[in-house]
Nanobody, 114 residues
Framework: VQLVESGGGLVQSGGSLRLSCEAAGIPFEIYHMGWYRRAPGKQRELVALIYRFNEIKYADSVKGRFTISRDNAKKAIDLQMNSLKPEDTADYFC?????????WGQGTQVTVSS
C-alpha cells in the first residue's frame, strides 16, 4: 500500500507545475484523495481534495490557480498548479482516506522563486 508523488521542482513566480500521485494496493476508486502541503516553519495545510464522487474542495489560497483531477483507471490524481507564487513553496503530500484508513505519500518539494 503506497502513494507515490512526482512532479515537484523549482519554478519562477507566475510559472506552472503539475504534481502527480499514483496509488498502489488500495481500492482507489472509493478513496477520497487530495493534496496537503507544509511550508517551512508552518503546519501542514489542505490544498485540494477530490472526493470519491468527484466533489472537489480547494483551499481559498489556491482557488482559481490550482486544479485537482483523478483518473480511477490509472489510480492516480494530479494537481495542476498555475500562477505559482513564492508563498506556494512547500513540501506537497498526496493524501488518501477511506473511513479509518488514511495514507500519505512521502512528499515532493515545490520551490517558487520570486
Amino acid at each position: 500500500v503506497q502513494l507515490v508523488e512526482s512532479g515537484g521542482g523549482l519554478v519562477q513566480s507566475g510559472g506552472s507545475l503539475r504534481l502527480s500521485c499514483e496509488a498502489a494496493g488500495i481500492p482507489f476508486e472509493i478513496y477520497h484523495m487530495g493534496w496537503y502541503r507544509r511550508a517551512p516553519g508552518k503546519q501542514r495545510e489542505l490544498v485540494a481534495l477530490i472526493y470519491r464522487f468527484n466533489e472537489i474542495k480547494y483551499a481559498d489560497s489556491v482557488k482559481g490557480r490550482f486544479t485537482i483531477s483523478r483518473d480511477n483507471a490509472k489510480k492516480a490524481i494530479d494537481l495542476q498548479m498555475n500562477s505559482l507564487k513564492p508563498e506556494d513553496t512547500a513540501d506537497y503530500f498526496c493524501y488518501g482516506n477511506l473511513g479509518s484508513s488514511t495514507l500519505w505519500g512521502q512528499g515532493t518539494q515545490v520551490t517558487v522563486s520570486s
